[in-house]
T-cell receptor, first 115, second 113 residues
Framework: AQTVTQSQPEMSVQEAETVTLSCTYD???????LFWYKQPPSRQMILVIR??????QNATENRFSVNFQKAAKSFSLKISDSQLGDTAMYFC????????????FGAGTRLTVKP | GAGVSQSPSNKVTEKGKDVELRCDPI?????LYWYRQSLGQGLEFLIY????????KSGLPSDRFSAERTGGSVSTLTIQRTQQEDSAVYLC???????????FGPGTRLTVL
């Protein structure tokens, strides 16, 4: 079974600074997808970034980038130039490449961006 | 185009009553998922529909939970004889093909008194 661990229940960062959220996972699969989702107080889950395990290049989306270490089974999210609107719960998620495509989620990290 | 929609937004019910939660996926998406998010927790997979295949019900916590998907589009999650531990946010997601990114609805917050 796949498990996803987010070891930081809460984090805070000053506006305009950089913060890194950690995620590790456990799987015997060789091909899979990893995701970071953001959930603001509105509770709408919003996709932040997606990484395919067979790609060595780390995914980036504007101010968001990941550090994907396949051998270490680590998938951290870096948020640069943090903005007040980045305040939210952040969830790391794992999905197998084939078969049942349900996602396995970590427990989440609550990020607060301070002015 | 329109995103995933869910109704109702909030539902308060009494213990022992049945409830139905509705999900309308993005048009053309063949895969549909239901998840449950208990207070302060991550998401827990409940059930998965893909096209006309039999659904994967492996995540349903008890036989009080069931779901159907009519015409390959709208889905209804039914909880019979609700219990207080069923209180949670129920999220629906859809994707265009297997393995593709899942897009979530706003969820239904269920409160069982």
């Amino acid at each position: 079974a796949q498990t996803v661990t987010q070891s930081q229940p809460e984090m805070s960062v000053q506006e305009a600074e950089t913060v890194t959220l950690s995620c590790t996972y456990d799987t015997s699969e060789s091909n899979y997808y990893l995701f970071w989702y953001k959930q603001p107080p509105s509770r709408q889950m919003i996709l932040v970034i997606r990484q395919e395990a067979y790609k060595q290049q780390n995914a980036t989306e504007n101010r968001f980038s990941v550090n994907f270490q396949k051998a270490a089974k680590s998938f951290s999210l870096k948020i640069s130039d943090s903005q007040l609107g980045d305040t939210a719960m952040y969830f790391c998620a794992f999905m197998k490449h084939s078969g049942n495509n349900d996602m396995r989620f970590g427990a989440g990290t609550r990020l607060t961006v301070k002015p | 185009g329109a995103g995933v929609s869910q109704s109702p937004s909030n539902k308060v019910t009494e213990k022992g009553k049945d409830v139905e939660l509705r999900c309308d996926p993005i048009s053309g998406h063949t895969a549909l998922y239901w998840y449950r998010q208990s207070l302060g927790q991550g998401l827990e997979f409940l059930i998965y529909f893909q096209g006309n295949s039999a659904p994967d019900k492996s995540g349903l916590p008890s036989d009080r939970f069931s779901a159907e998907r009519t015409g390959g589009s709208v889905s209804t999650l039914t909880i019979q004889r609700t219990q207080q531990e069923d209180s949670a946010v129920y999220l629906c997601a859809s994707s265009s093909v297997e393995g593709a990114t899942q897009y979530f609805g706003p969820g239904t917050r269920l409160t069982v008194l």
